[in-house]
């Protein structure tokens, strides 16, 4: 099982007397590296770290690759650990004044690189064989534990794509072109704070999911967790949309396999494990594929789905009319990184906040971390991408 260790939680900070020689500070604290010795400097982190949590093996230190980051001075690398020849995981290493801070591990027999782990996703995204895909070996860093690889297809056109299989422009572009939000909860309002007397609602307007209505229950973050020992956005939302078309119970057996076999067919990848929870990610695609698989699986004969990306309003209401569940998966810009997400679509609502006397457009949803719905704000929410899934599957 792969130790995914990251420094907000044990950091470990490495710190040489000699590092002058090595690495400077300037007067803005931004590290200037001797490119000539970073390798060896990075080599000797990299090892005591490893050999810190697996003292029995042997490592070595191999494809040491530079990453830059997008929202941050900091100067950060890369390197795949080997144990007898055999790939054991990554390291990411930062520099801090006189220090080289491990910043990220993930320490697993037969665990590649982290570029490798990265250009696999591209090539499972994208139509192009590895063999046309001509990829520059720089890492730009997102946000913590995201990622992106610019790359040329066979045609010449240059993309790039993050670690979660999402096609970018330029990250950094979309980023300061979008509104900052504090936090990644900041972009919905709670059915407690949801009144009259702050939100007026036009009735006439309201669209409620069929299925939803009822099939209301909904389940945490956590009560998932304690049954599976497991959690990804995406697949929670898969989850409650399987329960609304009756293809499952909430019953703790069913829950758990369930969520193991949408885990698995939704090709989700993990990223984090703490506290006995395993953390994963996955693409809208692999989503839509996989919940397709399952609801097949279970005998649904007739099924089918519709995707589109930055969905209309109209899009949306036309699918809640016709009884179709929508799965939504989006980025904001949280503090300046982008933050992911993925819920599911339980309704739709013109509404007049009496803060500024304006109407808006909000949607009904269940964004997987509660136990009830919340509404967004569809009309001033500013995503960085946005993509939606639609379902219609029937016996």
Known sequence: MGK????????????????????????????????????????ITALAWAEMIEPELKFTVSDIIRIDSIYTNEIEYTASLFCEAVHYGYIVIGFDDNSAVVKEANISRGKEGLYTEIVDRIVENTD????????????????????????????GNIYAMDNYGNDLSSEEELLNGTKKYGSAYEIYISKDNWSPSK???????????????????????KYIKDITHKYACGVQALLQIAYMERLIEYSPGNIQDTYNKLWNYCKI??????NGISYGEGTTDNAENGFLRYAKEAGYVNTDSAATNNPTVLWITDKLLRNYPVYMAYGINVNGSRSGHAISILGYRKAKASSDGKTYDFLQVYNSWDDTYAFLNYSTTDFTDCRAVCFDVRK
């Open 4 to 43: 995914k260790l990251l420094s907000l939680l044990m950091a470990i900070v490495i710190c040489f007397t000699s590092l002058n020689t090595t690495a400077s500070a300037n007067e803005d604290n931004l590290v200037k590296v001797n490119e000539n010795n970073i390798e060896e400097l990075i080599e």
């Open 128 to 155: 192009e064989p590895r063999k046309n895909l001509d990829i520059d070996e720089t890492i730009t860093k997102l946000a913590p534990l995201q990622y992106s690889l610019s790359y040329e297809d066979s045609s």
């Open 199 to 221: 939100y007026l609602t036009d009735p006439s307007s309201m669209v409620i999911l069929k299925k939803y209505s009822a099939r209301y229950t909904l389940k945490s973050e």
């Open 269 to 274: 990848t993990q990223y984090d494990e703490y």
